[in-house]
């Protein structure tokens, strides 16, 4: 089967259901899509079908070709939506590497989800992609993001993106303080309370300190990243460090220590600025 096979044949979009009126949002459904409340009434203004797919985040149009390919009697059958993206993907692969894309499709054939604070579509399509079996190119960039998105999406295959991910941080990262302190700036994006991508943001920081603290770190001034951390976001990192040093809790009593000198010196400095402008 070649690859030159047109997009019509890859029946993403077969029907496009047109309103009387030309501002209201058009939806699309696939021909191998059961029907649901949820697909026909969401909207995403789609485009024609060549231009659903062109419109996907290279990675993830890619992987699913070669899917495609590889299974051709196998058409898209779900539409996953994020933000104000519509991707028309294959039930199988994604669902049979995520957990969490497995229960939301049991629901129904047309989804919706609401990414954590801090990660991007980008990252998302990038971890749904390593459900099509792609190789998402790792870096001290982008692991944070990779690491959250495939904790978020419970990603489970044996050689999926978690492993891959931290396969990489053993051998790129947990040897390098400049990789370590780059990963840890990057980790601070998934810190917030709120979001569901918090807890491996931490964790993955956590180990970032690890690495930092044994090797003494480049210039210290990872010490000074976590102490620019809101207290909100600190408050994770504290939680992390908790579980990860449940028995020796020598290097989390110095990285709190010293994120409490920095906030009563800045506190100080505050205080001491205001007084004088009243004065």
């Known amino acids: 089967m070649e690859m030159s096979r047109s997009w019509q044949e890859l029946g993403v979009?077969?029907?496009?259901?047109?309103?009387?009126?030309?501002?209201?949002?058009?939806?699309?459904?696939?021909?191998?899509?059961?029907?649901?409340?949820?697909?026909?009434?969401?909207?995403?203004?789609?485009?024609?079908?060549?231009?659903?797919?062109?419109?996907?985040?290279?990675?993830?149009?890619?992987?699913?070709?070669?899917?495609?390919?590889?299974?051709?009697?196998?058409?898209?059958?779900?539409?996953v939506r994020v933000q104000q993206h519509c991707f028309p993907l294959h039930r199988d692969p994604i669902s049979s590497e995520s957990r969490y894309l497995k229960r939301r499709l049991s629901e129904s054939s047309d989804i919706a989800v609401d990414l954590p604070a801090g990660l991007t579509v980008d990252a998302f399509a990038d971890a749904v992609a390593s459900c099509y079996g792609a190789e998402v190119a790792l870096s001290p960039a982008n692991l944070a993001a990779a690491w959250a998105a495939a904790d978020w999406l419970e990603l489970c295959g044996e050689d999926g993106l978690a492993r891959r991910a931290e396969d990489y941080y053993f051998q790129e990262v947990a040897t390098d303080h400049g990789r370590a302190a780059a990963v840890l700036r990057s980790c601070t994006a998934f810190l917030g309370s709120d979001s569901e991508a918090a807890g491996a943001g931490a964790a993955l920081l956590v180990r970032c300190l690890e690495t930092l603290a044994a090797s003494g770190g480049s210039d210290g001034s990872w010490l000074e990243d976590v102490a620019a951390l809101p207290v909100e976001k600190f408050e994770v990192v504290v939680e992390a460090m908790r579980a990860r040093f449940a028995h020796d809790h020598d290097l989390m009593y110095t990285i709190v220590d010293h994120y409490l000198e920095v906030s009563l010196a800045y506190k100080a400095t505050t205080s001491q600025r205001k007084f004088s402008f009243e004065k």
């Open 13 to 79: 979009v077969d029907t496009i259901y047109e309103d009387d009126h030309e501002e209201e949002e058009e939806c699309f459904d696939s021909p191998t899509m059961s029907s649901s409340p949820v697909a026909t009434s969401r909207s995403c203004s789609p485009p024609p079908s060549e231009a659903a797919w062109l419109a996907m985040p290279a990675a993830l149009r890619n992987a699913a070709l070669q899917w495609y390919v590889a299974f051709g009697s196998c058409k898209p059958d779900v539409i």
